[in-house]
């Protein structure tokens, strides 16, 4: 039997499937077109929700690696190659096919990724990666039993309960803004310019999660030492690694809070994290009391708008949604739990910095994605 949800979403199959229309299964006052529209609307979601799971499975499988190296090729030849069932992994390849995620020849009977695919879908490096998007929401399912009972307790869920794929799909949402604009366009952006990092500056990277923008900055300016702080010790020994991998020697990672550093520093920055932080005011006092005379705060932070409703349409569905999953139940998890969002927007941040006693704050950069100030005592 057919749900009668299917039946209802039908504009865009209805040459294809039976139109069942919704007045003749609703037999009442509701408007019927505002029906269908809500319905719709409802059901996209579902299909992305179902793909972004089938997406998730594809890469753990390695799909769109082989995929990206050929042509195209079978669901044989695939399942050979990646060392998985047959059976669900041509399943799985008509899904992405329904989804428009892969293309199918029904004449060779085999299946493939565009460049412009694998571009988003499997090239870890390039500007339009975006599968920390797909890691993120899946930890967001993941997490469902323990934010719930967030919402129903204190508002608290610490960064580290939520499921593996969230550290590692955080590192992978920010890398491509951080391998394509920073050294490229923020860097040059501060008052200063980036001159003083060619010749051995001091920089602290704090809440700097799995390290991809310490180490992004530590291969730019071989004279300059980079220190990468964070409270979640797996996504510090992930940093580490990568260090390590990437022989940078100027680089170096720890365990702390980002009110628990000593030392003096010619930029401290807080790159997508802020937000995520209870006590935002305390913590920029902290990084005030640990700048150098001539130091600087790089602030980097998700889009937003100062205005509720600007923040609803176009990116707050994902932003929110992370949000209330993520950086708002971290930030009530610690001690004053001030709560901004990922939304808070100029306004609400340089309002943190005023109150922590800083005269300057200015917008230096932006992306689509985010928002870079600089930030002076
Ligand atoms: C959204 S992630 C961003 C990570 C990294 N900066 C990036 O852009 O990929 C937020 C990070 O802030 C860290 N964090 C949150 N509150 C913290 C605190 N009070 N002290 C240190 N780190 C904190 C979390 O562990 C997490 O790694």
Known sequence: MIPLLFRIFDAEYSNLRPNLRVGAIMNNQLDQNELEAFSGNLFGHTVGAITIACVEMARRLGFYEHLSSRPAMSADALSALANTNPRLTRELLDQQVSGG???YDQKSDEYALSAEGAAVIADQHSPAWMMGAVMATCAMYLGHDKVESAFRGNGGMPWGDHAPCLFCGT???FRPVYEHALIQQFMPALSGGEDRFSTGAVVADIGCGGGVSTLTLASAYPQSRFVGLDFHAPSIAEAN???AEKGLSNAEFAVASAKDYSGEYDLICF??????MGDPVGIARY?????????????IEPFAFDSRIQNHKGLGAAFFGFSSFFCVPCSLSQEVGRGMGSQAGEAGMRSVFEEA??????RIAETPNNIVYEVTP
């Open 101 to 103: 995620i892969l293309t």
């Open 171 to 173: 590192g992978e949402f």
């Open 241 to 243: 690694e990568s260090a």
């Open 271 to 276: 790159f997508d994290c802020l937000h995520d």
């Open 287 to 299: 990084a005030k009391d640990h700048l150098k005379p001539d130091g600087s705060i790089m602030l």
């Open 357 to 362: 006693g800083f005269d300057n704050f200015r």
